[in-house]
């Protein structure tokens, strides 16, 4: 009996192999199984492996606005100008000067020379009019706010703009010149002082035209909300002047890069650069220190000393972000400002912050960080202050103030790392007061951020992390317009954010949005309570990466080395 | 042989089409259906019906099942809403990465469960007995996450024995023609990746295993133990036949019946094991493709993805009929 077992076994497994086998060659013609061509990986750079959370959607620059595809994008591709190594100055890239004309119409970028894209071309003021031409010139559903958002954000509508509905009707942008071949004209129909900043954004990163059209990369049908890609640029034909080059995709498994060896400035020091995405968040932790990966991005908050402990790098990203309390003006009470200002009173942002965010969170006073300019240090404050709130909402004429005040499940943000426990505070403070809270929740996404788009929240935790160095990336897009979210029409906000948003000249520009900060904060159309500095986690061979306030948006790896 | 493997392949169609029904309308059931699944508050009149119009569902009932169905036949459908790529490639791109690991789960929980039970058997009540079956317990009470979780801390954290992620090293550069990758590096004669690919599947076949193994090492039990008390094998026994052949000839291949059944509906069930096992170790098959999809409400993705599981769950089960043919004849002409 006992020799019986293993011979039993041993039937058994070769069995399985065999229905291993025969499943296996009956799919073989079937499957698309990938074969990774890469040059063996050298001494000299070596490879770096780093953890995302999950797989780009598209690399082509102009369609994305999510922080994996831009992390993938700002290796591969290059904008005329871009930010400062940690910082949100603005300074060349592609476009080694620049100037505007003294109308703040024409912007004359001058190009750096001998730059080629990865497929060979020239890189050339006629390359960056096609790309600047291709955005504007977008039809149908290449157009919907969900697939241009950086272009409506920083220019709106396009050449024909088919539905205002989801995007402005006039265009910031009016033509492009090739003045020669390595000067290029942006002509503006109004002036923006914004627009600059907004082209460090990856979207707006030169792709090479003879990629774009040989891989279809504008053959987008479907719908806004579920577009078909049936091009192949953005999957597996991405070709920018950058450091790194696309080897091999295989979604769901890893992002391979290798080091562009034509690149016209210093060159990368790695030979391979490979995104590994781990969607589950202590999978990234653990696959860390376990030495699988080298480096991962959104760390937890939680974590942080652990692994500082563990004898990890941890690296901030000084702040750039807000986290706020959102009022809906539009759903009494909150339109009485006696009400919001109890709110602004009752909150114990600083007991909030000190128990549940990290050592370097700091708490806000306005609705954008102090690192950015135009910060205003003298806008009106509103301390912890129970009695006072207590006595605003007697002077309010409103009897048992009732607010629906909403949360989002499911999800960890830099600013937000645990909504509920934020939520829970919150409502304790104003039930402290005189407040009755109705709690609402709902999935971050879709249900969430689209209930309070669409104003049908009451009072809400919300948070925003900016996409360029420049004030109307945050308060311009909170207030410049009017906003169902919000649900008030304030003119005097409005036009001070516009008038801020177009001044030209720099130190008027500083002064305009000081001056916006202060009305804001005394309209109070909501109560921002912290900023946070998120954070990257490396092995301690990783050097060379500098975090950047912009998050991802301009982390480049090309001076990384894994010692 | 043959008449039974067609009549059942022949009874396999009616189920199929049953699936597919099934299918459809759960995904149409979805409240507010899938259009308002898909916009979820942007959900206005216009945007709604442009959505129903693009993948066809303002058509009849009739029509939109009869052109699923003719898709599904072409191994068509359709594309993810929230990848864009084409839902049937991704199950082929997927689908080894989950067969890879349910088999080697398998033939963990067979390979250790079989032997278990019927030593467990001829010890009955000894010492050896209680501690497997008690073991088995266990195994069976450990959810396959906390289990799963606990294996990659001890091993790969805190040991570094073991891999916590994926399928192979993200820096090997190997091909893989298959897809199964312990078969692509015996193909290809790869003795580096071979080490690799069942280095990666060592934790998560253990983890997705467990469960299976105590269920089959119990029933093993039980059955020989039944087998042993039947008059059969007394009569074996007095015709003065050695152990060795009563165990072989008439034990075992009579237990084995209930045993294949339990790891015929364990091979089905494995596959719902492994959504969980599968986001643990970042393993990147079928498992993890369906749990993305629900939150994102890609229901392209569901429809296929479901389907495709159901089919599979259909033909293990087919195999598992044919194989108690081979170990019985007498199933074959009932």
Sequence with gaps: ?563 | MLKFIVRRLVQLIPILIGLSILVFVWIRALPGGPADALLGERATPAKVAQVRHLYGLDRPLYRQYISYLDRTVHLDFGQSISTQRSVSNEIRRRFPATIELSLAAMVFAVGIGIPLGVLAAKRYLAWFDHVSMAGSLLGISVPVFFLAFLLKYIFAVKLHWLPSIGRLDATRVTSHPTGFYVLDAIVTGDGGAFVDAVRHLILPAVALGTIPLAIVARITRASVLEVLNEDYVRSARAKGMTSRTVDRRHVLRNAMLPVTTIVGLQSGLLLSGAVLTEIVFSWGGMGSFLEQAVFARDFPVLQGGILFLAIVFVVVNLLVDLTYGFLDPRIRVT
């Design chain 1, 1 to 563: 009996m006992t020799k019986t077992v293993p011979r039993l076994v041993a039937a058994l497994a070769v069995l399985g192999l065999i229905s291993a086998a025969c499943g296996s060659s009956s799919k073989k013609t079937a499957a698309n199984g990938t074969s990774t061509t890469a040059a063996p990986a050298g001494k000299a750079g070596g490879t770096l492996v780093f953890g995302t959370s999950s797989d780009p959607i598209s690399m082509d620059g102009i369609l994305i606005s999510d922080g994996e595809s831009i992390r993938v994008i700002t290796q591969i591709f290059e904008t005329l100008v871009t930010t400062k190594p940690g910082g949100t100055d603005i300074v060349p890239s592609l476009a080694k000067s620049w100037q505007s004309s003294p109308d703040g119409l024409a912007w004359t970028f001058n190009l750096q020379q001998s730059v080629n894209f990865q497929d060979g071309t020239p890189f050339n003021a006629a390359a960056v009019c096609f790309n600047f031409n291709r955005w504007f010139n977008f039809k149908g559903v290449l157009q919907s706010s969900s697939l241009s958002y950086y272009w409506s954000t920083v220019f709106g509508g396009f050449a024909h703009t088919e539905n205002t509905n989801d995007v402005p009707a006039d265009s910031l942008y009016k033509s492009c010149d090739a003045k020669d071949t390595n000067t290029a004209v942006i002509n503006l129909t109004k002036p923006s002082s914004a627009f600059l900043a907004g082209l460090a954004n990856p979207a707006f990163a030169m792709s090479s035209p003879d990629a774009l059209t040989k891989y279809h990369a504008d053959d987008v049908t479907g719908t806004g909300d579920a577009p078909k890609f049936n091009g192949t640029f953005g999957s597996q034909h991405p070709i920018g002047t950058g450091p790194f080059m696309l080897d091999t995709f295989t979604p769901n498994n890893q992002l391979v890069m290798k080091r562009y060896d034509g690149y016209w400035g210093k060159k990368a020091i790695l030979d391979r650069l490979i995104f590994k995405p781990i969607a589950d968040g202590p999978a990234r932790r653990q696959a860390l220190e376990s030495g699988e990966i080298q480096g991962y991005d959104l760390v937890n908050p939680a974590d942080v000393s652990a692994l500082s402990g563990a004898g990890f790098q941890i690296l901030n990203r000084p702040a750039f972000n807000v986290g706020y309390v959102g009022f809906n003006q539009a759903k009494p009470p909150l339109d009485n400002p006696k009400i919001r200002q109890a709110i602004a009173y009752a909150l114990n942002r600083s007991a909030l912050v000190k128990a549940k965010y990290p050592a370097n969170a700091v708490v806000a006073k306005e609705f954008m960080p102090p690192s950015l300019f135009g910060y205003s240090s003298d806008v009106t404050q509103y301390n912890y202050d129970p009695a006072k709130a207590k006595q605003l909402i007697a002077d309010s004429g409103v009897a048992n103030p009732t607010i629906e005040f909403w949360y989002p499940t499911n999800v960890s943000r830099p600013y937000m790392p645990d909504p509920s426990s934020n939520f829970q505070a919150f409502k304790a403070d104003l039930e402290a007061v005189g407040f009755k809270i109705v709690p609402k929740s709902a999935p971050w996404s879709p249900d969430y951020v689209h209930s309070v788009d669409a104003g049908s929240a009451q009072m809400y935790l919300l948070g925003w992390t900016g996409d360029y160095g420049d004030p109307d990336d945050f308060v311009g897009v909170f207030f410049r317009t009017k906003q169902k979210a919000w649900g008030f029409d304030n003119a005097a906000i409005f036009s001070a954010l516009d008038a801020a948003r177009t001044e030209t000249d720099q130190q008027k520009r500083i002064a305009d949005y000081q001056a916006a900060n202060k009305l804001i904060m005394d309209f109070l159309p909501g109560v921002p309570y912290v900023h946070t500095q998120p954070n990257l986690a490396l092995t301690k061979k990783v050097q060379g990466l500098v975090p950047s306030p912009v998050g991802p948006a301009n982390e480049g790896f090309s001076t990384v080395s894994v010692g």
